[in-house]
């Protein structure tokens, strides 16, 4: 089966950047995501980037895409103690919607 | 704009008790539903999703079923909880067109 892989912990200060990384195994991908998830609460859309694409930014969120790898990697730019939270890669690889997710990486930023 | 309810929020269930988790969606039509669970408060795991009132497909084998008996309603089921059902229940939904998926805030849910 499909396998979503992202390392489990990442600690970065305050003001820095972050850069989160993800890897997945299936090469028919049509959407990759990143979602937040703030403690006891649901998850939270933060963008998602079609397959066809190397790049998308918004705001301070910059998402890039290797397809050669298989490599998915979210840059949050001055990070804020805000950003702390789990976040989650996730692909699409069907037309019913269905994503397979990763097991969440859990960023703390430090004043 | 549309947004997702669930509810209850939380819940606390003795073992061998039926369950009934619901998650309405509102401001869009024909969406697809999906019912994920998350133990631990990590990985995700699609258990069911629905392209239409009635249309139910699952995705593991376990001790749960889901109904959709109006267009934006999604409905969790149980006959009888096990401890092993304990978890965070997430409901989410996404246009037939689109790429984006939203979710709702999550069930919690302890089986004692």
């Known amino acids: 089966g499909e396998d979503v892989e992202q390392s489990l912990f990442l600690s970065v200060r305050e003001g820095d950047s972050s850069v989160i990384n993800c890897t997945y195994t299936d090469s028919s991908s049509t959407y990759l995501y990143w979602y937040k998830q703030e403690p006891g609460a649901g998850l939270q859309l933060l963008t998602y980037i079609f397959s066809n694409m190397d790049m998308k930014q918004d705001q301070r969120l910059t998402v890039l895409l290797n397809k050669k790898d298989k490599h998915l990697s979210l840059r949050i730019a001055d990070t804020q103690t805000g950003d702390s939270a789990i976040y989650f890669c996730?692909?699409?690889?069907?037309?019913?919607?269905?994503?397979?997710f990763g097991a969440g990486t859990q960023v703390v930023v430090t004043p | 704009s549309q947004t997702i309810h669930q509810w209850p929020a939380t819940l606390v269930q003795p073992v061998g008790s039926p369950l009934s988790l619901e998650c309405t969606v509102e401001g869009t039509s024909n969406p697809n539903l999906y019912w994920y669970r998350q133990a631990a408060g990590r990985g995700l795991q699609l258990l069911f999703y629905s392209v239409g009132i009635g249309q139910i497909s699952s995705e593991v084998p376990q001790n749960l079923s889901a109904s959709r008996p109006q267009d934006r309603q999604f409905i969790l089921s149980s006959k009888k909880l096990l401890l092993s059902d304990s978890g965070f229940y997430l409901c989410a939904w996404s246009s037939r067109t689109g790429g984006e998926q939203y979710f709702g805030p999550g069930t919690r849910l302890t089986v004692t």
């Open positions: 996730a692909e699409r690889t069907d037309s019913w919607g269905k994503l397979q």
